[in-house]
């Protein structure tokens, strides 16, 4: 099974700032027929179901907000939040879906500082 | 746009086993996989496994291939999960998703 490990595994901010969040796989997910990278990146609020934010590790779904960028290629991969507002205050998982079983990392939790 | 409606809590005692629903809508049914995921308190997200529901073919992680059966209903939309012989390890929130949407989630507690 791919490993998928988030660093770091909470990080506490204040709002306005710039946050960088990684995730690696223990293999690529780049599948070289058609250049995607095989990784998404979810929201988790408390209480809430997961919610999907970015796809192909950088496409973004509909209604998401801009300042939610995804990045990266192969192993590597980044999730940054450009001017992080109070409701971004949640848990980021990344899951690879390139090989099943599709794995998560455990997470990265954004608190308040 | 996919709406995925899971049952209520459950309480059972050690031992039992429980069937989960998810009801699907939105969609065609059978034009995407259905998958369950389990989330123990405050802990991560742990695929169990997947349901094609248009020839009801399944993949399981393999941790769960005793613990889990997944089995959907064309006829009625709604995915299902049997999990058998409960333990407090099965304590958690039970997920059902398609095509990137998910369900809100269904508590099962496991106590005696």
């Known amino acids: 099974d791919i490993v998928m490990t988030q660093t770091p595994s909470s990080q506490a901010v204040s709002a306005g700032e710039k946050v960088t969040m990684s995730c690696k796989s223990s293999q690529s997910l780049l599948y070289n027929e058609n250049k995607k990278n095989y990784l998404a990146w979810y929201q988790q609020k408390p209480g809430q179901s997961p919610k999907l934010l970015i796809y192909w590790a950088s496409t973004r779904e509909s209604g998401v907000p801009d300042r939610f960028i995804g990045s990266g290629s192969g192993t590597d991969f980044t999730l940054t939040i450009s001017s992080v507002q109070a409701e971004d205050l949640a848990v980021y998982y990344c899951?690879?879906?390139?090989?099943?079983?599709?794995?998560f990392g455990a997470g990265t939790k954004l608190e308040l500082k | 746009e996919v709406q995925l409606q899971q049952s209520g809590p459950e309480l059972q005692r050690p031992g039992a086993s429980v069937k989960l629903s998810c009801k699907a809508s939105g969609y065609t049914f059978t034009e995407y996989y259905m998958y369950w995921v389990k989330q123990r308190p405050k802990q991560g997200l742990e695929l169990i496994g997947r349901i094609d529901p248009e020839d009801g073919s399944t993949d399981y992680v393999e941790k769960f291939k005793n613990k889990a059966t997944l089995t959907a209903d064309t006829s009625s939309n709604t995915a299902y999960m049997q999990l058998s012989s409960l333990t407090s390890e099965d304590t958690a929130t039970y997920f059902c998703a398609a095509n990137w949407d998910w369900g809100q989630g269904v508590m099962v507690t496991v106590s005696s």
């Open positions: 899951q690879q879906y390139y090989n099943f079983p599709y794995t």
